[in-house]
């Protein structure tokens, strides 16, 4: 189709050229302009190649793009899922802790009952008891780091007091634990 259009602008151009020229001048300009028509044609049709690989790539990166966009997708809908169900154990987690602060709310303090030494005999002399006897108690729940030594500087009372509190024969503690502390009488 395109050769034939250049066939005809190419008659045209000799007819209206035709008087002027003599036949080998004729022939010599036809033969110069279907060179240079073949020469704009090879231009085209390179240029024409150059635009057909252009769009090839720019086709395989939109196909690219494509395939990323839909696995960030999945990789967001997992990320929202696990956003999901971290958030729902972690309610999970506060209300149990809440639950378990507000039984030890509810929880009565222990209180130690004083004893009453049994009636010393006349022949009996006994040594009063300069140690004073904790009233009652409060509860530490251990931390990270925390030692029965740190323990008792932080509440005035003495290693021992903490185990006899809490009928301890170890120094071992974990974290969570639940220690009665002694509060000592004012």
């Known amino acids: ?27 010599r300009y036809l033969e110069e302009e279907i060179a240079r ?7 085209l049709q390179d240029e024409n190649a150059s635009y057909q690989s252009a ?7 939109q196909n690219d793009l494509h395939q990323d966009n839909q696995k960030l997708h999945g990789e967001l809908r997992q990320i929202r899922e696990l956003v999901k169900n ?3 154990a972690r309610d999970a987690q506060l209300r149990k802790l809440s639950d378990q602060l507000e039984k030890l709310a509810n929880m009565p303090v222990p209180t130690v009952p004083a004893t009453t030494p049994a009636p010393a005999s006349p022949q ?13 108690y409060e509860v ?11 323990i008792s500087r932080v509440y005035g009372v003495s ?5 006899r509190a809490n009928k301890m024969k170890n ?3 974990k974290i969570g634990q639940k220690i009665l502390i002694p509060v000592k009488k004012k």
């Open 37 to 43: 028509l073949r020469q704009m044609v090879n231009a």
């Open 86 to 88: 971290d958030a729902a």
């Open 140 to 150: 530490y729940i251990v931390e990270k780091g925390a030692t029965l030594s740190v």
């Open 171 to 173: 120094d071992f503690l």
């Open 55 to 61: 769009v090839a790539e720019l086709r395989r990166k």
């Open 159 to 163: 290693v021992s007091e903490i185990k």
């Open 124 to 136: 009996q002399q006994l040594t009063p008891v300069t140690e004073t006897t904790p009233e009652e």
């Open 1 to 27: 189709m395109l050769k034939h259009i250049f066939k005809v602008v190419l008659l045209a151009a000799v007819c209206s050229a035709a008087p002027l020229l003599s036949a080998a001048d004729n022939t």
